[in-house]
C-alpha cells in the first residue's frame, strides 16, 4: 500500500510536470518535491495513516489523468482508465481528503484559468463531459459507503466536528518556528511523537529565489500567470493553516470544510502548491542565461529534503510498537481506541437518527473482542432489563435470536433487551445490518462500476471526436511553440 501511495503521488507529479512541458529529468523532479515532504512522509511513516496516504496520492494522478485527457493531443483510453482508477482511490479512501482534495482540485483549475486562457488552451466539451462522466462513475463505485456517510454522517462523533470546528489543541504545531524550521522537529506538546509538519523550506526558497532572479527577463505571459496562481493557491493554505477555528477565514467557511479535523492535514495541498510553483519556475528557468546552475541549485535543495526525510522515515515513531499492534490476548492494545472517533454520540449538531437514547441502563454486558473474525457475535443476556453493552451503536448492527437493539447511552454504547419477559438468560448474536441507505449503494456501485466498463470500452476507437480541433495540449510555457503533453 505504502509503495501504491508513493508510486501514485511521485508519477502523477511528474506527469503533470511533462504535460507541461518539462523533459522527464526535471519532471521527476518535481515528484521529487511530494514524496520526501514532511507532512507526505509523516502520513506513511509516523501517524500511519495508510488511508490519507493513499487518497492524498491519488489526487495527483486524477489531476494529471484529467489534464491528459481534456488537454492532451487526443483522447487516449490509457488516460480514461487512469483517470478513472485514480478517482476511485480518491474517494474510496479517506472521506476527509474526498471532501478537501475535491475542494484543492477546484482551487487549481480556478487559480490557472488565466495561464491556460494566456496559452490558447481551448477546452473541449466533450472531453470535459467524457471527464466529468468517469469521474461521477469513479464516485459511484464507492457509494456503498458514501451513501450510509451521507445517511448517518451527522450522528457521528466526527460528524460533529462540522459543528465545533477542528481539533483546536494542535494549533502547536502551526506556528511558524515549527512550519519553517530547517530540519525536523515535534513539539513536546504533540501526542504523536513522529508527526512533523515541516514545510519543504530549501524547495521553497529555491522557488522564491529563482523568481526574484528571473522576473527582470520577462517569462512568457502563461507562466507569469501561472507563478502567480499557483503562489495564490500556497498562500492560501499557509492561511488557512496558521489561523485558528474562531477567525477568518474558517468563520466564513461552509460546515462541511471543518471536518478536517487538524489543520496539519492542509499541508498536502501546500506541498502540491509547492510542486506546481517548482513545475512553472524550471519552465521559466529554461531561458535563464544559466539554467544548469539553477538545476543544480534545486537538486541540491532536494538532497537536504531527502536526507531530512530519510532521518525522519527511519526515526519516527508510532503509537505502539508494531509488535504490540500485531499481538493478540489481553495484553494487546484495546480495539476499540480509535474507533472512538467514529460512535453514535450525542452533539448539538449530531441529533438522534430515531433511536433511544438512555442515560442510566440497568446492567452492563462486557465483550471481549480480540479475537474475534467472524461477523456474527454471539452474547447472551440475563433477565429482561436494558443491558448496556461496550460494542459501538450503529444503525449497521442489528440482532437475531431472543434479543433487539432498543438504543443507545449518550456515549455511543449499544443498550439490548430481551424480546421476550422472563429472568432467565436470553441468547442472540448482532450482526452486519444492511438498512436502505447501504442497500441503494451497493446497488448504484454496482451499476457505476458496470457502467464505466461500458464507458471505457468506447474511448480510444476513434481519434478524437470532430469539433475538438485545436492545440489542447500547449504547455503554460510554450507561448506559440508546439510543446505538447507525452
Not at 521527476?28 to 520526501?36: D, E, I, Y
Not at 482508465?81 to 481528503?97: N, P
Not at 524547495?203 to 520577462?218: E, K, M
Not at 476507437?461 to 505538447?484: I, N, Q, Y
Request: glycine share 10%.
Amino acid at each position: 500500500m505504502l509503495g501504491l501511495g508513493f508510486a501514485m503521488a511521485f508519477m502523477g507529479t511528474a506527469w503533470l510536470g511533462r504535460q507541461a512541458g518539462l523533459p522527464p529529468s526535471l519532471a521527476l523532479l518535481a515528484g521529487l518535491v511530494v514524496v520526501s515532504s514532511a507532512y507526505y512522509l509523516t502520513n506513511a511513516y509516523g501517524r500511519g495513516s495508510w488511508a490519507e496516504l493513499i487518497a492524498t496520492s491519488a489526487v495527483a494522478p486524477v489531476a494529471a489523468a484529467a489534464a491528459a485527457l481534456v488537454w492532451g493531443p487526443k483522447v487516449r483510453r490509457r488516460d480514461a482508465g487512469m483517470l478513472f482508477l485514480a478517482a476511485v482511490l480518491f474517494s474510496g479512501s479517506h472521506t476527509i481528503t474526498l471532501v478537501w482534495g475535491s475542494a484543492f482540485l477546484a482551487f487549481l483549475l480556478f487559480v490557472t484559468w488565466p495561464a491556460r486562457t494566456a496559452a490558447r488552451m481551448s477546452t473541449p466539451p466533450r472531453r470535459v463531459a467524457l471527464a466529468a462522466a468517469l469521474v461521477v462513475l469513479a464516485i459511484g463505485v464507492n457509494a456503498w459507503f458514501l451513501a450510509p456517510a451521507l445517511a448517518y454522517g451527522r450522528a457521528t462523533h466526527i460528524g460533529g466536528y462540522a459543528a465545533r470546528g477542528f481539533a483546536s489543541d494542535t494549533q502547536f504545531l502551526n506556528i511558524p518556528r515549527v512550519l519553517f524550521h530547517p530540519g525536523r522537529w515535534v513539539p513536546p506538546q504533540s501526542g504523536t511523537p513522529g508527526l512533523y509538519t515541516q514545510v519543504s523550506v530549501y524547495v521553497l526558497g529555491w522557488v522564491v529565489t529563482a523568481a526574484l532572479g528571473l522576473c527582470r527577463r520577462t517569462p512568457s505571459a502563461p507562466l507569469r500567470r501561472a507563478w502567480a496562481g499557483m503562489a495564490l493557491l500556497l498562500l492560501l493554505f499557509f492561511w488557512l493553516i496558521g489561523t485558528g477555528r474562531l477567525d477568518p477565514p474558517w468563520i466564513l467557511m461552509p460546515r462541511l470544510f471543518k471536518i478536517v479535523q487538524f489543520q496539519f492535514r492542509l499541508h498536502t495541498y501546500v506541498t502540491y502548491s509547492l510542486a506546481g510553483l517548482v513545475i512553472v519556475t524550471l519552465l521559466a528557468v529554461r531561458t535563464a542565461r544559466r539554467p544548469a546552475l539553477w538545476v543544480t541549485a534545486l537538486v541540491t535543495a532536494l538532497a537536504a529534503q531527502v536526507g531530512l526525510g530519510e532521518y525522519q522515515a527511519w526515526t519516527a515513531k508510532t503509537y505502539y510498537p508494531i509488535s504490540e499492534i500485531t499481538s493478540a490476548g489481553v495484553e494487546s492494545p484495546p480495539t476499540l481506541l480509535e474507533a472512538h472517533d467514529f460512535r453514535f454520540v450525542e452533539h448539538p449538531d449530531a441529533k438522534p437518527l430515531g433511536e433511544t437514547v438512555f442515560s442510566d441502563p440497568v446492567a452492563e454486558l462486557r465483550v471481549d473482542l480480540h479475537g474475534v473474525r467472524a461477523d456474527r457475535l454471539e452474547v447472551a443476556v440475563q433477565g429482561d432489563g436494558l443491558v448496556q453493552t461496550d460494542i459501538v451503536y450503529s444503525p449497521l448492527i442489528e440482532t437475531t435470536g431472543d434479543l433487539v437493539i432498543a438504543g443507545r447511552t449518550a456515549e455511543g454504547w449499544a443498550v439490548l433487551r430481551s424480546r421476550t419477559p422472563g429472568p432467565t438468560a436470553h441468547e442472540g448474536a448482532i450482526v452486519p445490518a444492511r438498512p436502505l441507505p447501504v442497500a441503494i449503494g451497493v446497488t448504484v456501485s454496482v451499476a457505476s462500476f458496470v457502467a464505466a466498463l461500458l464507458l471505457l470500452a468506447r474511448v480510444g476507437r476513434t481519434e478524437a471526436p470532430s469539433g475538438d480541433g485545436g492545440d489542447h495540449g500547449r504547455a503554460p510555457g510554450a507561448g506559440g511553440g508546439a510543446s505538447r503533453a507525452g
